[in-house]
């Protein structure tokens, strides 16, 4: 995946300034991704402050494509920095990866609606469903249908089981963890380097097999046709390893053996 080098100096740069996260560095930190990757149509608001409206969501951090807002609950971050045996560094770069990994929620949401490869297509099917439950969370319940209550909570249901097998949170995740190793390394904290590496790694080794962990959440809320589609779609392509692996797609045994031994590398270098 793309690691911006001039995010990450920008990042960096805040810390060794003023050690801190607060509001003005929040807001210039999101409007810079928003400048760099043309996010100005999927983004109007940034909510610094947990308000009445998101009371449905959970989290210190998320996005909320609704109302095309990041909403960061200042607050409860602080209060976690007080319970966490994490040092100062750590809590910076982990707030930023939180941050990043919603950013990228964002992007993702522009890849499904203007890009037209097989990344795309599998995000739109992804969030189809989301989309399901994001107009819930917005218009009256009483107003649903039994047949859509039962499709509601089935979704959420298979989302909350299986949310890590969700490719959306697996490219999310996968960025955000890159752009913190390579934060480390910038702020040259070697062992914080390693440990985001291996956090990657554990990604995508944490379906423990070769198959593919996003075929198997897709079949469970695609539709028999749509299913069918996308993997006839992948069947017809000879796609290079780094694609399949960041996508979650099926790998050779000796190439998910080679990506444990990665894993196991970076755990003994510790």
Known sequence: ????????????????????????????LVRKVMEQENLSSYIENIDILLSNKYTKEKG???????VKTIVINYEKYVERQKDSSRDKIQNYIAFNCDLLHELYHV?????????????????????????????????????????DIVLLKYLYAIYNKYYIFDVTERLAYLYSYQMSSQLAKRMQVEELEILWKIKEYKLYTLWH?????????????CTKQEFKELKDQIDGFI???????????????????????KKIDLENSL
């Not at 210190?60 to 609704?66: E, S």
């Open 60 to 66: 210190f951090m998320f996005y909320c494509p609704a």
């Open 107 to 147: 992007k993702e949401r522009k890849i499904s609606q203007e890009e037209y490869d097989l990344t795309a297509k599998i995000l739109k099917l992804c969030f189809k469903r989301c989309q399901y439950i994001e107009e819930f969370q917005h218009t009256l319940s009483p107003f649903l249908k039994v047949k």
């Open 1 to 28: 995946m793309h690691i911006d080098q001039e995010l990450i100096r920008f990042i960096a740069d805040n810390y060794q300034d003023s050690g801190v996260i607060h509001e003005d560095y929040i807001k210039a």
């Open 239 to 261: 796609l290079p390893f780094e694609e399949r692996l960041n996508l979650g797609l099926d790998l050779t045994p000796q190439e998910f053996e080679r990506v444990l031994e």
């Open 209 to 221: 097999t070769f198959k593919s962990p996003t075929l198997y959440y897709l079949e469970k809320i």
